[in-house]
């Protein structure tokens, strides 16, 4: 066996490292720039998956690369709560100001999403002095125990790991090609936004309520957008029982649907709001953000953590949003056009594209066996995603059904990486059709 090869490092994995950790793609990483990956054996892949949605400004930017390097040669890590640094407090003003909502706002930072959303939780509780959380259909909020309670997916996240975290409640999402009412918007009126006047009645009293949990466009959920008017309703709601409104914009944020957040879309105004993922260019950081009133309430000592707001990682993510000016945020808007265009002229080829949905470059193809009764193709998506990495493009599935094709890919991606990109995907598709 060739050293330092996949197959060298495959048969590594498989003897040291459990199953469970999946992967997607079977190489190893030599090295990775803007959009393109190269592995181990030299062979070089286009990147439509960003580190699952870290790498929305491309890999290894040379502004961010400068910015942990002069960071590990002053200091590596001295404990936020030991003795403090710069980054970490010019982090969180840049966040309180950058994030939706125009009100004084204070920002904490930890180390991943699902602890992003841990706290969150922690304080709507503290704060509120209620227990009830309500979640959605399809959301995804992590894998820690409170955050994999919130998440609704039961495969592969949650079968086998129970039992969950009580008083959680659940109300079905605003998914239009698959509605809970079987209806249609916008003739609709979004009645589903009123399941939650529902909920209070049939479930949970709104006073035992602290917190609403929302992504503003669900993410391993299947890229679902909900119509705009629909987390505005969801917040009014909120408002009238006095509930926390918790936006969780960790895949969502950092310009990945084109704007530096998917709320600023739907002009709502979160409690709180959850970062992650892209914030540190695929350092491990999350941040939590809320109304200043709000974020003081917790006790001193009652919120942190050992590696929370690590310095390099803080210094990454103002690298970070340097880079996220408006160029770089016209450049995802042209990234996502390029790519609904395309996938909407796949759909008039390929029949088993049923639905090609997105905001921005947050988008992707929802491919079932058979258009009117929606039957999701999921061996079909699988088999999709596997010949395109042998053809050198790295995609990702995602969905409940695991039905649904999704790009997450670097901003930075040049014309020439992107037409390759959708060209092995179309040809993919076409031997899928041939099989
Ligand atoms: N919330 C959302 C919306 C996410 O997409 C994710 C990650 N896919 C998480 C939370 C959890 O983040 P992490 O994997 O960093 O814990």
Redesign the pocket.
Known sequence: MKEKSNKYYMAMREANVPRAPYNIAPIFVERAHGALITDVNGKEYIDFGGG??CQNIGHCRKEVVSAIKEQAEKSTHTCFHLAMYGAYVELAKRLNGLTPGNYPKKTFFVN??????ENAVKIARYAKKRHSIIAFENA?????YM?MTLTSQAMPYKRGFGPFCPEVYRLPFAYCYRCPLQMTYPDCDIRCAQLLEKLFVTSVVPDDVAAVII?PVQ??GGFIVPPSEYLKRIQSICQKHGILFVV?E???GMGRTGKLFASDYCDVSPDII?T??SIAAGLPL?GVTGKADLMDIPHVGGLGGTFSGNPIACKAALAVLDLLDEELLGKAMSLGKRLKEAFLEFQKRFEIIGDVRGLGPMVGMELVKDRKTKEPAVDETTKLIRRCCEKGLIILSCGVHRNFVRTLAPFVITDDQLERGLGILEEAFAELSTV
Do not use: C, M
């Open positions: 699952i949605g991943s999403g699902a602890e992003a959303v995804y909020h992590g894998r820690t955050a992504e993410g391993e969780d960790i895949q969502t959850l992650g993922k999350a």
